[in-house]
């Protein structure tokens, strides 16, 4: 089973970047997906980011089995809204995960801000996405070292892993902390090699980011000089387990 890991629907307001329905579907049928989570767009307003996790929500209903939400509001809402918002996602829409990014909504990761969304998501038990790289100085994945410390049972997922400028920071992390998976999408096949034999293919993670991007992450996986064992985790095997998708895990 080759589950998506990362993926986007919606009119970005940061990257400028518009993805379709039809583009997640597209990518799919093309590259054998099987299951694609996805996270809106990244937007600042209450209004816009409800639009989009209910628009995830109906893509997840006309689809059973394909497709799974990540909840994506900006943390920096206040009067309680952001709280009401992922609670919303996790209990009434059936999403499986919350999405943090650091640059994109100006989070300090280590900040009031970032350790509110990590302390909820614990007491939820629900995995946190934490975008890293691209978006100094809050991508740093070192940044994300005082939750997965604070928060030893919450899976944390460094999405991208550091993006190859900060892979060693990305890996050094997941050495300190069992909590804490790489999502290895903008990321050299040697590093994933490298990273399978040190840390477990079970801690790495397939994701495209981008539907035009997912068959060269695949191929990249598949081409990195894996077993077939290891692919077989990172393809679908370790995103199944930490956010507790795919066939027989309450797929809607």
């Not at 089973?1 to 039809?22: P, S």
């Not at 997912?214 to 393809?235: M, Y």
Request: glycine letters at 12%; proline letters at 6%; hydrophobic letters at 45%.
């Amino acid at each position: 089973m080759i589950i998506d890991a990362h993926a986007h629907l919606g009119l970005d307001e940061v990257f400028d970047e518009d993805f379709t329905e039809a583009d997640l579907l597209e990518s799919q049928a093309r590259n054998g997906i099987d299951l694609t989570l996805v996270q809106p767009a990244i937007t600042h307003e209450l209004g816009t980011v409800r639009r989009y996790h209910d628009a995830i929500a109906d893509l997840a209903a006309r689809h059973p089995g394909r497709f799974r939400g990540i909840a994506n509001p900006n943390p920096h809402l206040g009067g309680g809204a952001w709280e009401a918002e992922v609670r919303r996602c996790l209990t009434e829409l059936g999403f499986v995960g919350v999405k943090l990014h650091p640059a994109a909504h100006a989070v300090n990761p280590a900040g009031r801000a970032g350790r509110r969304v990590f302390a909820l998501c614990a007491a939820l038990q629900v995995p946190v996405i934490v975008h890293t790289g691209t978006g100094l100085p809050w991508s740093a994945p070192s940044l994300l070292a005082p939750a997965a410390k604070a928060n030893p049972g919450l899976p944390i997922v460094v999405a991208h892993a550091g993006m190859m400028v900060l892979a060693g920071e990305a890996a050094r992390l997941a050495s300190d902390f069992p909590n804490v998976y790489l999502e290895v999408s903008w990321t050299g096949g040697f590093a994933v090699r490298r990273w399978a034999r040190k840390h477990g293919a079970r801690r790495l993670l397939f994701g495209s980011d981008y539907p035009d991007n997912a068959a060269t992450e695949l191929a990249k996986v598949r081409t990195a000089g894996l077993t077939d064992e290891e692919i077989e985790w990172i393809l679908g095997g370790t995103a199944a387990s930490v956010f507790g998708v795919g066939p027989g895990r309450g797929s809607p």
